[in-house]
């Protein structure tokens, strides 16, 4: 594909403004399409809720060459992440781009690439593009229970909505809320109207385990989640060294490890004493999220403004016949509720493609079909953006963005598409069994951000400095390291499109650094396993980010107190 063909980015939140600036970079004409006012995907103003805050600090959630303002908390709110990204779009030029206020109702495949239709203040119109980017976000389709009665207990009075939908704290005030579901934006918003409301309640199916985001020194949610050490604490497919070796000789300081955590997290948030102990061991934190504990929420729950009846669902709604709105439960309850805020989870599908697209994508239990979550191998001039959901989804983002613009050009030397079809198959197959189903149908990739963002640049044939990935085994990742993906050479586009989206381009160069001596590839982290050992660093002279991990301590992950 030449630099001239037309890009259509559906999305303008994170992954689709991350594309956006690097295939705009690459000299792709772009339009990015969003419906919503502003920019920002679920950090927008119309979906923020209260209580919404990032779950990383500032040190770890943002672009590789856009560092957040130094006034900044340490930890944004949502209003303060929406306004980092509108100027993440001004300081690229991104603005000129965007077609806010605009809605893909429709997006059909034609030969020449796809022709959509578009809904915007003067109504329906028609235009196309060679090559479709869909960042949607897989947190975009609210997902709300259809619960019995719930007409009547809408004729009663009472309010049902989804958290994404609940924007103002005020019009609580004095009224009974139940909020349904258990994670991080259910006890945000419990949280949040906790204080106003005159009971809250939460309904929780089955209680997750959680992770407050600083318990000791050396033992905190990012040190966890977001260091190599901590990544290799949770068994993954194809385990690597370090995996290995916790999983063997290991074990003793793995399991010791997560035990320690389990216990700290129990006594910091009281859950013994609250009754609010999940069942099951603290490493199913990690399916397709991770729940950070939200501050003050067992605080309320201590005090009684919070209300928490656990392991149990709604089975019926009330109301009508004078009857006050109310909700029965499984376990017998029934709870007054003039507001029911549905905390549970979003619908992962694309509602603008045809049936027979959306078949191509996914397989027979609606998982999506993708290769390094980007790429579809059975419907041409497709890519994903934003389906590689993490802990850091700013850095997998940008990273993806950077491995499609290498897709687009010829850049990429893949394997062919049978290879490619049975190892995404694996590794759904692989996930669904870790995760017991709750992996969000493959768009999720925690709590393996790191190894996502090593395979892909292995694709690039780009490698950070050994040091600086020696040092990510103890100490957070920063995006400020991958920033060479951005500054590093390249040559021109290749001359003509791939004739399919995953054909091989043997006689194409890849760019970039050098790998090096030949080894044999290590694909738990995507390099010859002779630069493990010690080789000499072969990104010496070539253009890279700051190094901000000179040194590497020596307490491991948790120090003395892990043992």
């Not at 258990?182 to 409301?197: F, L, Q, T």
């Not at 694996?426 to 017991?436: D, F, S």
Request: aromatic share 8%.
């Amino acid at each position: 594909m030449t630099s001239g063909n037309r890009i259509a980015i559906v999305g303008a939140g994170i992954a689709g403004l991350a594309c956006a600036k690097v295939l705009i970079q690459k000299g792709f004409p772009v339009e990015i399409f969003d419906r919503a006012p502003d920019v920002g995907g679920v950090w927008s103003a119309t979906r923020r809720y209260p209580g919404l805050r990032t779950q990383n600090s500032k040190n770890t959630y943002h672009f590789s060459d856009f560092p957040m303002p130094s006034d900044y908390p340490k930890v944004l709110d949502g209003e303060q992440m929406q306004a980092y990204l509108a100027a993440y779009a001004d300081h690229f030029g991104l603005r000129e781009h965007l077609r806010l206020n605009t809605e893909v109702v429709a997006a059909d495949p034609v030969d020449s690439g796809w022709l959509l239709e578009i809904r915007d203040q003067g109504g329906i119109h028609r235009t196309s593009c060679d090559h479709l980017v869909i960042a949607n976000g897989v947190f975009s389709d609210p997902a709300i229970p259809d619960f019995r009665g719930a007409e009547l207990f809408r004729a009663a009075g009472g309010q049902m909505g989804h958290v994404s939908e609940f924007l103002d704290v005020e019009a609580v005030r004095g009224k009974s809320v139940v909020v349904v579901g258990y994670g991080k934006s259910a006890c945000d918003i419990a949280e949040a109207v906790s204080d106003v409301a005159a009971s809250t309640t939460v309904v929780a199916r089955r209680l997750l385990w959680k992770m407050p985001r600083k318990m000791a020194r050396v033992i905190d949610y990012e040190r966890l989640m977001l260091t190599r050490l901590g990544e290799a604490h949770f068994h993954h497919r194809e385990p690597g060294r370090m995996d290995r070796f916790l999983d063997g000789p290991g074990v003793s300081f793995r399991v010791s490890n997560l035990d320690l955590i389990q216990e700290l997290a129990t006594k910091h948030m009281n859950l013994r004493e609250l009754g609010l102990l999940p069942e099951g061991r603290f490493e199913q934190i990690a399916e397709s999220t991770v729940s950070l504990a939200t501050e003050n929420f067992y605080e309320q729950v201590a005090n009684g403004r919070i209300v928490v009846q656990r392991d149990t669902t709604i089975t019926e709604m009330r109301g009508g016949g004078g009857e006050a709105p109310a909700v029965q439960l499984a376990n017998g309850h029934l709870v007054p509720a003039d507001i029911v805020v549905c905390a549970t989870g979003f619908q992962q599908r694309v509602p603008f493609l045809t049936p027979y697209v959306q078949r191509r994508l996914t397989d027979e239990h609606g998982n999506f079909r993708l290769h390094r979550q980007i790429l579809p191998l059975e419907v041409p001039n497709l890519t994903f953006a934003g389906y590689n959901s993490s802990v850091i989804s700013t850095l997998n983002a940008e990273v993806g963005a950077h491995w499609t613009a290498a897709l687009l050009t010829g850049r990429l030397d893949l394997p062919p598409r049978d290879v490619l079809s049975e190892q995404i198959d694996a590794r759904l197959r692989w996930m669904e069994e870790r995760t017991h189903g709750h992996h969000a149908h493959g768009t999720a990739i925690t709590p393996f951000s790191i190894r996502n963002v090593d395979e892909m640049l292995a694709d690039l044939k780009f490698r950070l400095p050994l040091r600086t990935r020696a040092a990510q085994w103890f100490r957070t990742v920063r995006p400020e390291a991958y920033r060479g993906l951005a500054t590093r050479h390249e040559s021109a586009p290749s001359a003509t499109p791939p004739a399919y989206p995953v054909t091989q381009h043997a006689d194409v160069a890849a760019p970039g650094p050098s790998l090096g001596a030949p080894g044999t590839p290590d694909p738990t982290i995507g390099v010859p396993r002779a630069l493990d050992a010690g080789a000499h660093d072969p990104s010496a002279g070539v253009p890279r980010a700051h190094d901000l991990s000179v040194g590497v301590p020596t307490d491991l992950l948790y120090g003395s107190q892990g043992k």
